[in-house]
Nanobody
Framework: QGQLVESGGGLVQAGGSLRLSCAAS????????MGWYRQATGKERELVAS???????NYADSVKGRFVITRDNAKNTLYLQLNSLTPEDTTVYYC????????????????WGQGTQVTVSS
């Protein structure tokens, strides 16, 4: 399946920004759809943003206009730019690679990153 290594999380003040990265070691990166999820303690994992192999993107309503998902196929890396952060964005973020992007919706595949903590202080 290959390995996914996330980085970029941290502590930031409300209104600040972070950029998360997800580096993949698997072959064929450019052929895969991908997504970013987040999961707060005691809650289900939530799809935040997704991107098709063609670059089509989709976002959860809660982050639309604030977060931007991009991919760099030459670097085998997926990104999530987090802007205008609020304390409600505090949680662990996970990348997922190799799912299905169909009709504007992303269905996760089996490959997950280890998670990176984002903490937003008020």
């Amino acid at each position: 399946q290959g390995q996914l290594v996330e980085s970029g999380g941290g502590l930031v003040q409300a209104g600040g920004s972070l950029r998360l990265s997800c580096a993949a070691s698997r072959n064929g990166f450019s052929r895969y759809a991908m997504g970013w999820y987040r999961q707060a303690t005691g809650k289900e994992r939530e799809l935040v943003a997704s991107i098709s192999m063609y670059g089509t993107t989709n976002y959860a309503d809660s982050v639309k206009g604030r977060f931007v998902i991009t991919r760099d196929n030459a670097k085998n890396t997926l990104y999530l730019q987090l802007n205008s952060l609020t304390p409600e964005d505090t949680t662990v973020y996970y990348c997922n690679v190799g799912g299905i992007y169909d009709g504007g919706r992303y269905y996760s595949g089996p490959s997950w990153g280890q998670g990176t903590q984002v903490t937003v202080s008020s």
